[in-house]
């Protein structure tokens, strides 16, 4: 079967840095993503990584590895605003996108 | 009105009860998609339109029925539904359901089936 996995629930201090993994098994591959989702509201897509290697934008990267099935999602100076989940997504030989059950991230001051 | 909208944004309904939810998106994207999201689960995706042509029906019990008339509109049927089918409902759209493309999510329905 296909698989995402991710932890469910992480916390960190306003200011550093957290890493938010995913592994995922699923049948092909064709592009992972990454997707930020406030309690409440839509989630809105943060990056794609479909080549190996880091993707920056701002205080957000992600990295992927295809051969080891693995992505992160790295976020600098955590600010309050940051607190959301964090949703892992990869595309499969189908483009069907399958979903993980997302992060939560609780920032402190 | 930009991006995707969702109407209702709450619903009640008893189980004997017919509701629609009502998705469109002003994107002019061509692909759109009914997921059901569930405390702590992972997103399901329920359908998928592309081109106004159902791709894609998970395993999706028939008291859902969907519906496309356009590219611009996704329409979600409820008939006869049971508690569990109790959950955030959320219409997303890209420009194509096989081409590199982010989705593109809306607001979603908070669904209460009592």
């Known amino acids: 079967g296909q698989n995402i996995d991710q932890p469910t629930e992480m916390t960190a201090t306003e200011g550093a840095i957290v890493q938010i993994n995913c592994t995922y098994q699923?049948?092909?591959?064709?592009?992972l993503f990454w997707y930020q989702q406030h309690a409440g509201e839509a989630p809105t897509f943060l990056s794609y990584?479909?080549l190996d290697g880091l993707e920056e934008k701002g205080r957000f990267s992600s990295f992927l590895s295809r051969s080891k099935g693995y992505s992160y999602l790295l976020l600098k100076e955590l600010q309050m605003k940051d607190s959301a989940s964090y949703l892992c997504?990869?595309?499969?030989?189908?483009?069907?996108?399958?979903w993980g059950a997302g992060t939560k991230l609780i920032i402190k001051p | 009105e930009t991006g995707v909208t969702q109407t209702p944004r709450h619903l009640v309904m008893g189980m004997t009860n017919k509701k629609s939810l009502k998705c469109e998106q002003h994107?002019?994207?061509?692909?759109m998609y009914w997921y059901k999201q569930s405390a702590k689960k992972p997103l399901e995706l329920m359908f998928v339109?592309?081109?106004?042509?159902?791709?894609e029906n998970n395993s999706v019990p028939s008291r859902f029925s969907p519906e496309c008339p356009n590219s611009s509109h996704l329409f979600l049927h409820l008939h006869t539904l049971q508690p569990e089918d109790s959950a955030l409902y959320l219409c997303?759209?890209?420009?194509?359901?096989?081409?590199?493309?982010?989705?593109?999510f809306g607001p979603g329905t908070r669904l209460t089936v009592l």
């Open positions: 997303a759209s890209s420009g194509g359901a096989l081409e590199y493309n982010e989705q593109f």
């Open positions: 994107l002019g994207h061509n692909a």
């Open positions: 339109y592309n081109f106004k042509e159902q791709t």
């Open positions: 699923t049948s092909g591959f064709n592009g």
């Open positions: 990584n479909v």
């Open positions: 997504a990869v595309r499969d030989s189908n483009y069907q996108l399958i």
